[in-house]
Nanobody, 122 residues
Framework: QVELVDSGGDSVQAGGSLTLICTFS????????MAWFRQKEKEREGVAVH???????MYADSVKGRFTISRDNAKNIAWLQMNNLQPNDTATYYC????????????????WGQGTQVTVSS
């Protein structure tokens, strides 16, 4: 059974940086695309996705150039480096995994972390 644990959320001033980390277990990690989503109020937004193997990535326009998704298939981890954070980035962030999934749509992912809170103040 696939299990994900995400962590790294914190409270930070505008312009600051955070790194969110996701650990994966229970299956062959290199078969799974990894993604980050965030929820504000009733929204569920795709933020970034990394292909199962190789270096393909996609980003939401709102974070392009500021956020970078990475993974290490030898260590079963993925992370999201967030730079120049802004108050609009405030949300609960979730990592997600899907077998060979490469999508910014939440309904395409089967497995989810518990969420980690990011709060950006000005």
């Amino acid at each position: 059974q696939v299990e994900l644990v995400d962590s790294g959320g914190d409270s930070v001033q505008a312009g600051g940086s955070l790194t969110l980390i996701c650990t994966f277990s229970g299956a062959t990690y290199s078969d799974y695309g990894m993604a980050w989503f965030r929820q504000k109020e009733k929204e569920r937004e795709g933020v970034a996705v990394h292909i199962a193997s190789g270096y393909g990535t996609m980003y939401a326009d709102s974070v392009k150039g500021r956020f970078t998704i990475s993974r290490d298939n030898a260590k079963n981890i993925a992370w999201l480096q967030m730079n120049n954070l802004q108050p609009n980035d405030t949300a609960t962030y979730y990592c997600a995994a899907g077998k060979y999934t490469y999508s910014l749509r939440a309904l395409n992912y089967k497995f989810w972390g518990q969420g980690t809170q990011v709060t950006v103040s000005s």
